[in-house]
């Protein structure tokens, strides 16, 4: 098959899957890092590699999938607080294999949307990795995120723009 056919087949794969379909298998350790590597190809102005990305599996993964549950809790008015959303946020979390912060560095250098666009970039160069290996995936985006920097560490030019969860399916 020829190379542009390949890239076809995956490019049209491509989609979100939601961690409810994963399966228990894990993910091994060399195609994750083949995934987030995958990201350092993305195009980006300048050379920035404005993203910065945090691998969370095992305990720190269910501790992420908690502080987003609590941090759901704190910055959701009363009147709209669902507690099944509440519950079903550290559920993501738990049946995914892994989660990735994704989170992006402004460098000055260029303007901020083109740090968010290289960032994007990078990310779907991770989905179609993932395809391929056929590895579930998807970016969400939950209003948690923005509360997230902390928990991340991040430095005051940095700001978590999403979480990429992934799943054998």
């Not at 990201?39 to 980006?44: D, G, S």
């Not at 519950?87 to 989170?103: E, F, G």
């Not at 928990?151 to 799943?167: A, S």
């Amino acid at each position: 098959m020829e190379k542009t056919e390949v890239l076809k087949n995956i490019i049209e794969a491509r989609k979100s899957i939601y961690p409810k379909s994963y399966s228990t298998e894990e993910i091994k350790d060399e195609v994750l890092a083949e995934i987030i590597n995958a990201a350092n190809f993305a195009p980006n102005h300048k050379k920035t590699k404005p993203w910065r990305f945090k691998v969370f599996r095992g305990e720190e993964k269910n501790q992420l999938g908690a502080q987003l549950a609590e941090l759901y809790k704190q910055t959701t008015r009363p009147e709209v607080f669902l507690e099944k959303k509440f519950l079903d946020i550290a559920d993501k979390a738990a049946k995914s294999n892994t989660v990735v912060s994704i989170s992006v560095n402004f460098s000055g250098l260029v303007p901020e949307w083109e740090e968010i666009a290289a960032t994007a970039m990078a990310v779907q160069n991770m989905y179609l990795t993932a395809t391929a290996h056929e590895i579930g995936c998807y970016w969400s985006s939950h209003q948690v995120i923005y509360h997230l920097g902390e928990f991340l560490g991040l430095e005051d030019h940095q700001k978590c723009i999403g979480l990429f969860y992934l799943g054998k399916v």
